[in-house]
């Protein structure tokens, strides 16, 4: 197996909606996130940094956010 190069990029998520924005956090976490940092800027907004594998930082950064929107369908990316 040949070894991919590591891309490390952050992305902001606003949360449509949401009352508790580390219920979001955690469930991130626990399921498609788990190799992130994830950060709360506000009550609407999240922030999370990535450190992924890939051929690519395109093909990183668009499996890290369908990681996102597969996890939290009512986010949306920012930047």
Known sequence: MQNLPTYEFTLTFRLANVSDP????QHLYHTTCHDALICILDNQHIEISFER???????AKEHAIANVFECVPYASLVG
């Open 22 to 25: 580390k219920s979001v956090v």
């Open 53 to 59: 594998h890939a051929p690519s930082l395109t093909l």
